[in-house]
């Protein structure tokens, strides 16, 4: 899963499904529901053993606001894919959430943006019009 994520979506807010989809899947071999009803139990034993595994990290995903912050900061997703995969726990990640940008970014809100003018200077007419120059 990691190799995915990072190979193929470099994005936390995407992680965050691939959690998502990888715990159903994990669910339906185990109890061999749909396509995994005929496998061997010896299969699914092992694929229950890698679900407890996971379960370990998923607790970890739960504390972790700095995820549900760039989901939820998304303008694809915002907070509503959250509140739908995650009703019972949607209020306390809010919260949580909440809490993690006042005391994480507090000091940052609080900075002076850096004074580009000079590099605007340099640049002179080479940059179009509207284009930033901080790109």
């Known amino acids: 899963m ?4 990072s190979k ?3 994005s936390l807010v995407r ?3 691939l959690y998502w989809d990888l715990d159903d899947l994990l669910k339906q071999v185990v109890t061999g529901a749909g396509d995994y009803s ?3 139990q010896s299969l699914r034993d092992a694929f229950k053993a890698g679900q407890e595994k996971y379960i370990v990290y998923d607790k970890k995903l739960e ?3 700095m995820i549900y912050a760039a989901h939820i900061l998304d303008p694809r997703y ?3 894919m959250i509140k739908d995969m995650m009703p019972a726990q949607f209020d306390q990640i809010i919260d949580d959430v909440k809490h993690y940008f006042k005391t994480e970014w507090l000091a940052v809100a609080g900075q002076d943006a850096p004074n580009l003018e000079h590099a605007l200077l340099e640049l002179g007419a080479e940059r179009p019009f509207g284009m930033s120059i901080a790109q």
């Open 78 to 80: 915002k907070a509503s």
């Open 38 to 40: 005929q496998l061997d």
């Open 63 to 65: 504390s972790n606001s």
């Open 2 to 5: 990691t190799l995915k994520v």
């Open 8 to 10: 193929e979506m470099p």
């Open 15 to 17: 992680s965050l499904e």
